[in-house]
């Protein structure tokens, strides 16, 4: 079956690094665009990335643009979400998800791994 799974996150310092990482198994990610979306405590789920399946194309939230980078190593069926210069307001579950396209028809979604940005 489809699954996906996050890790990388954990407890940072404004200003600092995570990598995030998304793992597919039951199926390849060549011919999935995949995205990144957050929801912090009381907020709605918001897209942060994504990345297409045709030719790489990757698309940023305003808030997140030229801090986050997202990538895919399809050899290794996983995609990644590089976060630098991190801010308090990044602070969420991060998920991942298929999809036939970017923002259209996400799916299979993985659990989340927690991102807190604190002193």
């Known amino acids: 079956q489809v699954q996906l799974v996050e890790s990388g996150g954990g407890l940072v310092q404004p200003g600092g690094s995570l990598s995030l990482s998304c793992a597919a198994s039951g199926f390849t990610l060549d011919y999935s665009a995949i995205g990144w979306f957050r929801q912090a405590p009381g907020k709605q789920r918001e897209g942060v990335s994504c990345?297409?399946?045709?030719?790489?194309?990757?698309s940023y939230a305003d808030s997140v643009k030229g801090r986050f980078t997202i990538s895919r190593d399809n050899a290794k069926n996983t995609v990644y979400l590089q976060m630098n210069n991190l801010k308090p307001e990044d602070t969420a579950v991060y998920y991942c998800?298929?999809?036939?396209?970017?923002?259209?028809?996400?799916?299979?979604w993985g659990q989340g791994t927690q991102v807190t940005v604190s002193s």
């Open positions: 998800a298929t999809a036939s396209a970017c923002y259209s028809d996400f799916g299979a």
């Open positions: 990345i297409s399946s045709s030719d790489g194309t990757t």
